[in-house]
């Protein structure tokens, strides 16, 4: 297990070393949507039987969680790509499930560091009840597993800044705006609240919102049938590109 740890711990440091731009930039965007859309709604919008600021704030939290797991892990195998530090990774006698285990953890611990600091920076402008604790840490670490291996698979795929952007651009960023962040997919009309549970970051953030407030689109148990379904697919998948080699040991 020493080198699982040690890349576990590199990974860490890398992110940590820049905290300004990984952590406290994510957070600072996170509360200028809340300040944008919160003061601008609250007060004329009520979901699910509590103000708008209540619903938001979670959906911004996972929001953060999700995207910034995502970009701990791709853009991590993108850069030891590009500046042709990989070759390091790949000479010590690391099996594929201690590289698997060492970028997705370390992504977890990433976008779970973003949530909690935007969760500590926004909570004081709402009263926010904790319906289900169980179910906020549980969707909130699944998620995290989920965007983290997601974020894997295309760091090992892309080959440059250009297409992980890409992949960031026309994949991530809609899914997750798209997923009832900001609304509720209720209020929408039926052919694109039937698209929107064809998107599986819509059930991360309706299950953890479902924590808070104790209501939910769909049903929660549901939500996290789907998140683990979703979740142990990736895993195959990148344990399948780790054991091949696949775009890394070339």
Known sequence: MIGFRTLL???VLRFWKVATQTITAPIMTAMMYLLIFGQALEGHVKVHGVTYMAFLIPGLVMMSVLQN?????????IQSKITGNLVFIM???LSH????FAYVLAAVVRGLAVGLGVFVVTAWFAHLSFNAPLWIALFAVMSAFVLGTMGLIVGIWAEKFDQLA????FVIVPATFLSGVFYSINSLPPIWQTISHFNPFFYMIDGFRYGFTGQSDVDPVRS???VTVF?????GVA?????SGYKLRH
């Not at 890409?166 to 651009?169: A, V």
């Not at 344990?239 to 054991?243: A, F, G």
């Open 91 to 93: 000479l010590p006698p």
């Open 97 to 100: 499930w201690e590289m698997f």
């Open 231 to 235: 979740l142990l697919a990736l895993t």
């Open 166 to 169: 890409g992949f960031q651009n």
């Open 224 to 226: 996290l049938v789907i």
């Open 9 to 11: 711990y590199k990974e």
């Open 69 to 77: 797991a995502f970009a701990n892990a791709s853009s991590s195998l």
């Open 239 to 243: 344990m399948q590109m780790l054991r």
